[in-house]
């Protein structure tokens, strides 16, 4: 599984990543933002998308609306990572059709929990 991990956080970055390692996830590539994601994700052919939802520029919810809008990206699975507690601000990023959602911080638990919830929307080529 190929995975793009977005975060304008080179240290959130490095975690998720080492995270995912961890648990036998080897095939990961970064961003430091949203608009380096969205080129990334119309170049390369991607499985998951785990992002961060406060980023400046393009940030995270933004972004999911323009994967979403994408007739190549449209049923791409993304993740949300965030702090954000506001309820209703969780819940339009469920009607944004958001895959899972996990609130900083987490630990490796959470992070396998929300692949095992996700694995199944993922359209292996």
Known sequence: MKIL????????????????????????????????????????????????????????EQLLAKIRKDEKLQDLPVLMVSCEDDKTKIMGLIAGEVTGFMIKPFDMDTLKRQLRLVQPKIQLA
């Open 5 to 60: 991990v977005v975060d304008d956080m080179s240290s959130m970055r490095n975690v998720m990543i080492h995270m995912l390692n961890s648990l036998g996830y080897n095939n990961t590539d970064a961003a430091s933002g949203g608009l380096q994601a969205l080129k990334m994700l119309r170049v390369n052919n991607y499985d998951l998308l785990i992002t961060d939802l406060h980023m400046p520029n393009l940030n995270g």
